[in-house]
């Protein structure tokens, strides 16, 4: 009998070939796309990065559950080095014949595949709310233990409060099976890793390209209104 992870894994795998046309369409009616929403939030992980100490050039990031690594390119120059995971072995096919320089790896869903104190900085961008509710715990602390001491985590997710999340979600074939979380969810999940100093800002309450259009974007970070929100926690 086929495990949750095997299941889900089969599933991304039936969408790799499809997977930037899927979200497209669910985000139509938008005007906006897939690579919009990649870029802006690349752009909030490289200032989110920059603000600490050492910045994010010199940063060494795994994207946990990178998919088909879109944004990769984006990202590539900007940090010090960038490896990616992924239960898909269909989509990591695709982020190794994009991005040959970077490390990719297939894994089970829960354990990653390096050793402890490996990475300065982690992020899931979009990706817990497809991780079964009782899996996530185990994920969030497995990622702990690859960050070094210091070390960053951010969960990029949906907002469930935003009509218009809502609505791309559930237009969405790859968002089906998808369990939203609030961001008392997130914080919970940092929280009972062991993460500290835990915070939460909401994105996209403006369309955020640029500089400028991110800072009034911040002007609205605290309240529930961005399509999306990014919780921070520090390997403490």
Same mark, same amino acid.
């Given at each position: 009998?086929?495990?949750?992870?095997?299941?889900?894994?089969?599933?991304?795998?039936a969408?790799?070939?499809?997977y930037?046309?899927?979200?497209?369409?669910a985000l139509n009616?938008?005007?906006l796309?897939?690579?919009?929403f990649?870029?802006?939030?690349?752009?909030?992980l490289v200032?989110?990065l920059?603000a600490r100490?050492?910045?994010?050039?010199?940063?060494?990031l795994?994207?946990?559950?990178?998919?088909?690594?879109?944004a990769?390119k984006?990202?590539?120059?900007?940090?010090?080095a960038?490896?990616?995971i992924?239960?898909?072995a269909?989509?990591?096919?695709?982020?190794?014949?994009?991005?040959?320089?970077?490390?990719?790896?297939? %894994?089970?869903?829960t354990?990653?595949?390096?050793?402890? !104190?490996?990475f #300065?900085?982690? +992020?899931?961008?979009?990706v =817990?709310?497809?991780?079964p509710?009782?899996?996530?715990p185990?994920l969030?602390?497995?990622v702990?233990?690859?960050l070094?001491p210091g070390g960053?985590?951010?969960i990029?997710?949906?907002?469930?409060?935003?009509?218009?999340?809502r609505?791309?979600?559930d237009?969405?074939?790859?968002?089906k099976?998808?369990?939203?979380?609030?961001?008392?969810?997130?914080e919970?999940?940092l929280?009972?890793?062991?993460f500290?100093?835990i915070s939460t800002r909401?994105? %996209?309450?403006?369309?955020?390209?640029?500089?400028?259009? !991110?800072k009034? #974007?911040r002007? +609205?970070?605290l309240l529930? =209104?961005g399509?999306?929100?990014?919780?921070?926690?520090?390997?403490?």
């Open positions: 009998m086929k495990q949750p992870d095997d299941i889900k894994a089969a599933e991304f795998d969408y790799t070939a499809n930037n046309e899927e979200i497209n369409k009616f938008s005007g796309d897939i690579d919009f990649a870029r802006v939030k690349n752009d909030y200032d989110i920059d100490q050492g910045g994010a050039a010199k940063a060494e795994i994207d946990v559950g990178c998919g088909v690594a879109n990769h984006q990202l590539t120059g900007r940090v010090g960038i490896a990616g992924d239960v898909s269909a989509s990591i096919a695709v982020a190794r014949q994009r991005n040959p320089g970077i490390r990719y790896e297939v %894994f089970d869903g354990h990653l595949p390096f050793e402890d !104190r490996s #300065d900085a982690a +992020f899931a961008i979009n =817990f709310h497809h991780v509710v009782a899996q996530r185990a969030v602390a497995d702990r233990r690859v070094r960053l985590f951010a990029f997710e949906h907002n469930p409060l935003n009509p218009v999340t609505r791309i979600v237009t969405c074939e790859f968002d099976d998808a369990v939203l979380l609030k961001r008392r969810d997130s919970a999940l929280q009972g890793a062991g500290s100093d909401y994105i %996209f309450s403006v369309p955020a390209a640029g500089t400028l259009l !991110r009034v #974007d002007l +609205f970070s529930p =209104f399509a999306q929100y990014y919780t921070l926690g520090n390997n403490r």
